[in-house]
């Protein structure tokens, strides 16, 4: 492996992680700065103190006749002088290392913006395409047909025992439709199932709780302007799947615009119960839970990057 290929592994690596360069570099530079500037304060102290003594002995100097009054004045200005200079340079490193370190945090602030701007607007991209070919998969085939191919649903017939009340067991084969691999939804499509503690068993009343929750989270739409998707899914009590999505779920959202045409400004979050592949049970076959997929903004956080660049 060459040399110049080794430094341009090193370059890319850099450019890579600058961010993260930056920011630590900056968190370094303001703590030596302020450790820097304690020190400094206290050598100011102990020269200010210095400097007061010096012109207090001038003073009396003056007052028994020693020096003329027009010599003290110079004397007293001169210590002056010199305590302002010693002051100056004792904050003057201090000073450049908090002003270096700032910067290094701001520019890794402006890159990570930068960086999340081109992702978002990639995604806003990735989005408006897959929405085309969603709808013209739905006018193809059918809505049902779309859902089936979006989610990976399918239909199972499986052995289910039950037991009467005479404690007689009897089995027979019941059919589930729209079975599905939660593990392997897509990103987004959000699981809501006893893995939060606003699920209930009961299907109904999980049905109730979501058209509440959509009515309350177009509420605050209504009244906040913005509403983030980490907000609804903290208040759903659904958690993410991986940092990545943590991350790209604070900066994705709903904003309230009537002027708008283009958006309806109400959150829907587009849930449908399905069955969990990985809940198969012998005595009840599979578990149902909700899938949803809300109607999300992919272009939420242009108007907050504006304000920060």
Same mark, same amino acid.
């Given at each position: ?9 090193? #370059? ?33 102290? @102990? ?16 007052? @028994? ?35 270096? #370190? &700032? ?14 701007? #081109? ?15 969603? %709808? ?27 037991? @009467?009340?005479?404690?007689? %067991? ?39 709780? &979501? ?17 983030? &998707? ?19 779920? !604070? ?20 849930? !449908?119960?399905?069955?969990? %592949?990985?809940? &198969? ?21 242009? #108007? ?6």
């Amino acid at each position: 492996m060459g040399f110049r290929h080794v430094m341009t592994k090193l #370059g890319l690596g850099i450019k890579k992680h600058s961010p993260e360069i930056l920011g630590v570099a900056g968190t370094l530079m303001i703590i030596g700065g302020v450790t820097w500037a304690c020190k400094a304060s206290m050598d100011v102290a @102990d020269k200010v103190k210095e400097t007061k003594e010096n012109v207090k002995e001038i003073k009396k100097s003056a007052e @028994d006749g020693v020096v003329t009054q027009e010599a003290a004045k110079k004397a007293t200005r001169k210590e002056w002088i010199e305590c302002a200079r010693v002051c100056a340079f004792a904050y003057a490193g201090p000073a450049a290392l908090l002003a270096g #370190g &700032l910067y290094c945090k701001s520019k890794a602030v402006k890159i990570v913006n930068k960086k999340l701007e #081109g992702a978002i607007a990639t995604t806003t991209l990735l989005q408006n395409r897959y929405n085309t070919l969603a %709808e013209n998969v739905k006018k193809e085939y059918g809505q049902a047909e779309f859902e089936r191919l979006q989610y990976g649903t399918e239909t199972r017939t499986v052995e289910v025992r039950k037991t @009467d009340e005479n404690g007689i %067991e009897t089995a027979k084969m019941e059919t589930f439709d729209d079975v599905v691999d939660v593990s392997k939804v897509g990103k987004f499509t959000l699981v809501f199932d006893h893995n939060s503690n606003r699920h209930y068993d009961d299907v109904p009343h999980n049905i109730d709780f &979501l058209n509440t929750a959509e009515r309350i989270f177009t509420e605050r739409l209504h009244r906040t302007g913005v509403l983030w &998707l980490s907000d609804v899914m903290k208040e759903l009590d659904i958690q993410p799947k991986n940092d990545q999505e943590a991350k790209l779920a !604070r900066l994705i959202g709903w904003t309230y615009d009537p002027s708008d045409p283009n958006k309806d400004c109400v959150v829907r979050l587009r849930f !449908r119960r399905v069955y969990d %592949e990985s809940t &198969l049970n012998y005595d009840t076959g599979y578990n149902p839970v909700f899938i949803l997929d809300p109607n999300y903004d992919m272009n939420i956080n242009q #108007g907050w990057f504006k304000h920060t660049k």
